[in-house]
């Protein structure tokens, strides 16, 4: 039995074209996940591996459908040969059948790895770039410097709970722990 597996990494994108190809390549069945590739469990690859059998074919449109990990390929395609089960990749021409085919997957598994690897690297750069320059990433502060001294003058009153302190301020009990804690390290 063919059994095609498809990916997009966001719910913005449309799996029609691998269908599509998956389809016309004879898959029986297809099974789809929305999420990273770099994820190395995803739902419907899980439920596919559970229901392979002994002389399948899984089927992919391109290999880093499948995953952009060599480690994690290389563990699927050791899974599929203990299983007796056969991989193709339609773009890339692979069939596990034959050991051209096992040669060039692995040149191919090695090149989306490295991709991978590039882009993290090319990430970091990016951000250690903008912190160099000045700019903070990541969610700005819930509090300003009075508003955390007015939620440790509450704190310290000892006549409201810290649920009631994040109720007033409009934040949550952990931003008031964490602001409390600010004003700690604050004082000498």
């Given at each position: 039995m063919k059994i095609g597996y498809a990916r997009v990494s966001t719910g913005e994108q449309d799996?029609?074209?691998?269908?599509?190809?998956?389809?016309?390549?004879g898959c029986e069945r297809i099974f789809t996940d929305v999420a990273s590739g770099a994820?190395?469990?995803?739902?419907?690859?899980?439920?596919?591996?559970?229901?392979?059998?002994?002389?399948?074919?899984?089927?992919v449109w391109r290999l880093d459908r499948l995953g952009r990990s060599v480690q994690h390929l290389v563990e699927l395609m050791n899974r599929f040969n203990a299983g007796g089960v056969q991989f193709v990749s339609l773009t890339e021409t692979i069939d596990t059948s034959t050991p051209g085919g096992v040669l060039v997957f692995n040149v191919f598994?090695?090149?989306?790895?490295?991709?991978?690897?590039?882009i993290?690297?090319?990430?970091?750069?990016?951000?250690?770039?903008?912190?160099?320059?000045?700019r903070k990433g990541g969610r700005p502060p819930a509090l300003k410097g009075p508003e955390k001294d007015e939620i440790r003058r509450l704190y310290d009153s000892r006549t409201l709970t810290v649920e009631r302190i994040a109720d007033l301020m409009g934040v949550s009990r952990s931003t008031v722990y964490r602001a409390l804690e600010a004003t700690n390290k604050e004082e000498p």
């Open positions: 799996a029609a074209l691998q269908h599509d190809a998956l389809s016309a390549a994820k190395a469990s995803r739902p419907q690859l899980d439920r596919m591996l559970d229901q392979l059998r002994a002389g399948d074919i899984v089927v598994a090695a090149m989306a790895q490295f991709e991978r690897d590039l993290r690297e090319r990430t970091k750069a990016g951000l250690k770039a903008a912190r160099a320059r000045g």
